[in-house]
């Protein structure tokens, strides 16, 4: 049972070029979660799919789009990158909105934009 | 909005002594509270999670941690620590809404011989 599966695992880019990071889970969860993690700022929510087709900003959603395009997978995209948008990107799923589930995170991806 | 403050950004600690991990969240009428680790280059793991019922909660890899409602506290503790144990931890709090999870900055745990 893989869980969250993050894609790619680590990616250079230069400043404006533009790319999806993918994320799959395979546990029949309603939602999903888009992290970003930076040095001494924990984890900060940048968008989230409560369910199959919704989507909802969270904390730092500027410069990013998502797609959830099925109950899998749900695609977080950066149209053209920044140097500030370089950090860790994790995934996380959970069964639904119930403030008692847990969340089941990726090993995450990690991003240089130059 | 739910807010979760752990109080030290880094505790080192030698290998067999026992450790406290400390954390805080804004107070509610109702509150779930979780506690994550993160090994080096991996994603974040769930170590125990407070529902509701018992204020001592037991986790993985012999953690445990207490709910202290008058002082909305959910500290992780382990009576003796292994060089393992060396890991981010973050404790989070689920927003009343269900949807998303408020973490801590994290706590930087570092085991040393």
């Known amino acids: 049972n893989a869980g969250v599966t993050q894609t790619p695992k680590f990616q250079v880019l230069k400043t404006g070029q533009s790319m999806t990071l993918q994320c799959a889970q395979d546990?029949?969860?309603?939602?999903m979660y888009w992290y970003r993690q930076d040095p001494g700022m924990g984890l900060r929510l940048i968008y989230y799919?409560?369910?199959?087709?919704?989507?909802d900003k969270g904390e730092v959603p500027n410069g990013y789009n998502v797609s959830r395009l099925n109950k899998r997978e749900f695609s977080l995209r950066l149209e053209s990158a920044a140097p500030s948008q370089t950090s860790v990107y994790f995934c996380?799923?959970?069964?639904?909105?119930?403030?008692?589930?847990?969340?089941?995170f990726g090993d995450g991806t990690r991003l240089s934009i130059l | 909005a739910q807010s979760v403050t752990q109080l030290d950004s880094q505790v080192p600690v030698f290998e067999e002594a026992p450790v406290e991990l400390r954390c805080n969240y804004s107070?509610?009428?109702?509150?779930?509270l979780f506690w994550y680790v993160q090994y080096p280059n991996q994603g974040l793991q769930l170590l125990l999670k407070?529902?509701?019922?018992?204020?001592l909660v037991k986790g993985i890899n012999g953690f445990e941690a207490e709910f202290n409602k008058s002082q909305t506290s959910f500290h992780l503790r382990k009576p003796s620590v292994h060089i393992s144990d060396t890991a981010e931890y973050f404790c989070?709090?689920?927003?009343?809404?269900?949807?998303?999870?408020?973490f801590g900055k994290g706590t930087s745990l570092l085991v040393t011989p």
């Open positions: 996380a799923s959970k069964l639904d909105r119930g403030l008692y589930q847990p969340q089941h």
């Open positions: 546990m029949n969860h309603n939602s």
């Open positions: 799919s409560a369910s199959e087709g919704t989507t």
């Open positions: 107070s509610s009428v109702s509150v779930y």
């Open positions: 407070y529902l509701s019922g018992s204020t």
């Open positions: 989070a709090v689920s927003e009343n809404s269900g949807y998303a999870l408020n």
